[in-house]
């Protein structure tokens, strides 16, 4: 699979990080790249850019989501 833009990298990577950690296995970066090439998606985002993608997502420290209402980290 080819990612076409930024949108489409940034949902690619909270899809894959929202499924590893559905099923209990770790879910940081490292772990979202294998994952991305096990899918062979080209081309592969830097861990960098994984990272701040899940942390403009709120998807760090097992967190599935910003809920309102929660302070802003």
């Given amino acids: 699979m080819i990612i076409q833009n930024k949108e489409h990298r940034d949902k690619i990577i909270e899809f894959v990080r929202l499924d590893l950690y559905n099923k ?3 879910c940081g970066a490292n772990a ?3 994952k991305m090439k ?4 080209m ?3 830097s ?3 994984i990272n701040r993608v899940l942390r ?3 998807l760090t420290h097992g967190r599935q989501g910003y809920y309102p209402g929660e302070p802003y980290i």
Avoid at 38 to 41: G, K, L, N, R, V
């Fill in 24 to 26: 209990a296995i770790p």
């Fill in 32 to 34: 979202i790249i294998n």
């Fill in 38 to 41: 096990e899918m062979e998606i």
């Fill in 43 to 45: 081309p592969m985002p």
């Fill in 47 to 49: 861990s960098s850019t």
């Fill in 56 to 58: 403009e997502r709120y």
